[in-house]
DNA sequence: CAGTTGTTTGACGCTAACGTAAAGCCGTGA
DNA sequence: TCACGGCTTTACGTTAGCGTCAAACAACTG
């Protein structure tokens, strides 16, 4: 169900992905050798697959959220460590992650209403001009 | 109604914020060099006043929001736009960021949700251990 | 065969956001 | 008076997150 979809390529070059999320190939060695992504070799050249696509969806959308490329590692490994690890210990750093992301949330929520509060009133001001 | 609370003190040392919201006196100074403040002097010591102490609040729930000190920048001067200035230019603005906090608020939200289905995967296994 | 395109690994450069001395002024209490 | 804590500025150091060559190899094309 998932892993014969056989649809999208599933394969790809450093060029491509770079092309796709609009970021610099630097940018994708330098994930890798910070440990976030870890695409197979053929020779000395990286070969993406699915896998190391979605992680870079998930590196990005964090970037989007101002995280830190640690953070994000961190984040990552929350993923992983489905695949069987001190499953207790996950559940803690889960947690731990969503009290920061509500945190974040509530900030968020805040700042926009108040820039709708803002909108508002440079509206009723504009509405005697032209 | 505002300016007359009377109740807060209304003069505080680059000590008393700093220690208030947990950040050092460099910080302040440093958010002071780019603009973000602008305290008065009493010499060459600075006093801060109520308004300079919201500013400090907005800065940094910004900075737990990710964004840069330039952003906050922009940021702020929407406040201050609010007495009188170009006022079509401030509602195009303040739309602008507000569709980038828009997108900002559905990756956390998609975030948010994905995190929670780990927990519940996690809690799922664990249900049969100790 | 030469040239182009795409890839690799260094290695140095750069901006942001402070940390961390260093050195001096200023007011207060013993 | 003098030591002390708190304030100031100046300036160099540091980490993160890449940008930007440079030099080299690999495959394809004309």
Redesign the interface.
């Known amino acids: 169900m998932t892993s014969s979809d056989a649809d999208s390529p599933d394969l790809y070059s450093i060029a491509d992905l770079a092309r796709e999320f609009g970021i610099s190939t630097r940018a994708i060695r330098f994930y890798e050798s910070k440990g976030l992504i870890a695409p197979e070799r053929l020779g000395a050249t990286r070969v993406f697959r699915r896998r190391d696509r979605a992680r870079l969806i998930l590196i990005l ?2 970037k ?4 830190s490329l640690r953070d994000i590692s961190d984040y990552l490994a ?2 992983d460590a ?1 695949r069987g690890q001190q ?2 210990l ?2 803690e750093k ?2 731990e ?2 009290k920061l ?5 509530a ?6 209403a108040e ?2 509060e ?2 508002k ?3 009723t ?2 509405s005697s001009a032209s």
């Open positions: 959308r964090g989007r959220l101002g995280f929350l993923y489905d499953v207790n996950l559940a889960v947690d992650r969503l992301l509500e945190q974040q949330l900030d968020l929520q805040t700042t926009i820039l709708q803002i909108r009133l440079a509206r001001r504009v």
